[in-house]
């Protein structure tokens, strides 16, 4: 499975960003897809996940209220291609490189990075005060 994320940039505070994960690959396996933000000298964190049967939603207490994660429908193949997260009302503290994941089983942790099967490259979102 590949991940290819994208849609960061440099955004003033306050402002509105969506990023974009796109699956190729064996994506019928991809039962929950997250992202998680690294900022420089920080570890890897959890933002944000999202269950593909029903769409269960899980955030980041960081996030909540102004994070919304999303998918596209599912094809005729059962392909489940592309996570949204839309993000708005942006901090500076948001700051980071955002990576989207995949992972294959429902239990376990949606938070913990080590849980996740499949990333992306990662895309920079700056948020400028």
């Known amino acids: 499975v590949q991940l290819q994320a994208c849609g960061g940039g440099l955004v003033q505070a306050g402002g509105s960003l969506r990023l974009s994960c796109a699956a190729s690959g064996r994506t019928f396996e991809n039962i929950v897809r997250g992202w998680f933000r690294q900022a420089p000298g920080k570890e890897r964190e959890f933002v944000a996940a999202i269950r593909w049967d029903g769409g269960s939603t899980y955030y980041a207490n960081s996030v909540k209220g102004r994070f919304t994660i999303s998918t596209d429908t599912i094809s005729k193949d059962n392909a489940k291609n592309t996570v949204f997260l839309h993000m708005s009302n942006l901090k500076p503290e948001d700051t980071a490189v955002y990576y989207c994941?995949?992972?294959?089983?429902?239990?376990?942790?949606?938070?913990?990075?080590?849980?996740?099967?499949?990333w992306g490259q990662g895309t920079l979102v700056t948020v400028s005060s």
């Open positions: 994941a995949a992972r294959r089983y429902y239990s376990g942790s949606y938070y913990s990075k080590s849980e996740y099967d499949y």
